[in-house]
């Protein structure tokens, strides 16, 4: 492994290998790691085979056999933490030169994960059971009992591009809090903080059978996915990909998160100096490619023309680029062809009726921020995930109206209203089916304790710590006959 030892030097290209039983690997085919704004080569990551795939499930399957208790388990993610702050700024210039945030979101992801993992310990401690009333029922009267959390087993985490640092302490926090190995599948185009956060937990003591790093595409996460002994799958990425997993990986857990297509309701009586910047953040922070991404926007009839003049003076006071400037709002997506992707949703929409307010020109794999509306019906950018920095605006009348047309589409992550009526806001909450309302803020809004995920294609399970440790254990009953 080489490391170049001023990661902020955009010129300086890093290189890692896998990370196999406490080796790193290496393999002359490696996977290219370019800045999406420039094409520019910033890293050098080993492509695994599936012989490293079937190693590493090997290696971690055996760390179940060997002792690695609670405390030893709290000690290693708080050191993994402290060591993720001390390197904080490598981090942070790793996301920004592989991924699609600028450096000023760039630095709020190892923080973010640094308390993933202390959250993560500390849920650890309090991992545990509760005593069952065996004399319910008549001829038990002599037996007590309990039940008690075991590790599921081998967790197979594989990941997406964005947010690659907080995703990943997302999947791995949980896993080796609750006693479970983890192996480990970067997206292959942002796998270099991740890699960096292996050597961290290394550093921090983590026993080297536990966690392990295959860089690859579709075929490595295949053999994670379809080896019985991984007993938990933990995906995040798209629908189709989603799907392909249920089909192919047997009799295991699932904990799915494949995105959405969030809506924010607009009431009349709305705070709009609240709602413009937060609706515009949920819209085109990380160039759109958020899984809790604003799509679209349903506005009272009342005050859809202001919000449209606030939202539009904004917008276009936003500044697309190259995401190491520290002035840069929005920077290009993950790659080109995504972004050709994006336009073409764009042209469709603009073919069956709709009209764009602001931006819609790509240049490169830069999509500038994008308001459309009169979108119609049907179309991809109305009812699938754009996962790039465009909203369409609508426009009703009740909101009983808004809540059936946010509910139409086939997915339900999360949803906003904007209202200063504690009325509106319940039926808000009672009548949207997503897996969580955030009132007044975005759909983007997301606290790292909260039960994550969605209903229908948007998942299945829930991350957020103790959630997720749940999804990653085993119940074992205990009956004692006295």
């Known amino acids: 492994m080489s490391i170049a030892a001023e990661v ?4 300086s290209v890093e290189r890692f290998g896998c ?3 406490g080796k790193w690997v290496e393999h002359p085919d490696v996977i290219a790691v370019r800045n ?3 094409g520019r080569l910033v890293g050098e990551v080993s492509s695994a085979t599936e012989a490293d795939v079937k190693q590493a499930i090997t290696a971690a399957a055996g760390s179940l056999a060997e002792e690695f208790p609670a405390h030893a388990r709290y000690d290693v993610l708080m050191r993994g933490a402290d060591l993720i702050d001390l390197h904080a700024d490598e981090y942070a210039w790793a996301i920004a030169r592989e991924g699609s945030k600028t450096i000023r979101e760039a630095r709020r992801e190892p923080p973010r994960a640094a308390t993933i993992l202390r959250l993560s310990a500390e849920e650890g401690r309090r991992l545990g059971g509760e005593t069952l009333p065996f004399d319910i029922r008549p001829g038990s009267e002599r037996r007590i009992g309990y039940y008690f959390r075991v590790p599921a087993g081998v967790i197979g985490a594989i990941s997406a591009s964005n947010d690659p640092l907080a995703v990943a302490a997302h999947k791995i926090g949980p896993a080796l809090a609750a006693g479970n190995p983890v192996v480990f599948k970067p997206a292959p185009q942002t796998p270099l903080s991740v890699l960096r956060l292996g050597r961290d937990l290394l550093a921090a003591g983590l026993p080297k059978n536990r966690f392990h790093v295959v860089n690859g595409g579709p075929a490595i996460g ?11 799958v933990a995906f995040t990425g798209g629908v189709r990909t989603g799907e392909r997993i249920t089909r192919i990986a047997g009799v295991k857990k699932l904990l799915m998160e494949l995105g959405s297509n969030s809506p924010v309701i607009v009431m009349a009586d709305a705070n709009l100096d609240l709602a413009v910047p937060a609706i515009a953040s949920g819209a085109f922070a990380q160039a759109g490619e958020n899984c809790l991404g604003v799509q679209r926007v349903f506005l009272q009839a009342p005050i859809k023309g202001e919000f449209t003049r606030r939202f539009l003076k904004h917008v276009r006071g936003l500044k697309a680029g190259s995401s190491l400037e520290e002035s ?3 920077c290009a997506m993950i790659t080109e062809d995504h972004a050709k992707r994006v336009e073409s949703w764009i042209a469709e929409a603009i073919a069956g009726g709709g009209r764009v307010l602001a931006g819609g020109a790509r240049n490169g794999a830069v999509v500038p921020p994008t308001v459309l509306e009169g979108v119609p019906d049907g179309v991809r950018l109305d009812c699938e995930e754009v996962y790039g920095p465009v909203l369409a605006l609508y426009e009703f009348a009740s909101l009983d109206e808004a809540i059936e047309r946010a509910n139409r589409v086939n997915f339900g992550l999360h949803a906003a209203i904007f209202t200063e009526q504690l ?8 009548g949207l089916a997503v897996g969580g309302v955030i009132v007044n803020d975005s759909t ?7 039960p994550f995920g969605g209903v229908k294609m948007s998942g ?3 991350e957020g710590i103790r959630f997720a440790m749940q999804e990653m254990t085993e119940t074992r009953v205990v009956c004692l006959n006295l």
């Open 19 to 21: 990370l196999i039983d």
């Open 423 to 430: 009325r509106d806001a319940f039926k808000a909450v009672q």
């Open 460 to 462: 299945i399970g829930r």
């Open 36 to 38: 999406p704004f420039d």
């Open 444 to 450: 983007d809004y997301r606290l790292d304790v909260m």
């Open 328 to 330: 840069t709002d929005v």
């Open 222 to 232: 295949e053999a994670i996915v379809t080896d019985p002994r991984v007993r938990v």
């Open 8 to 11: 902020h030097d955009v010129s």
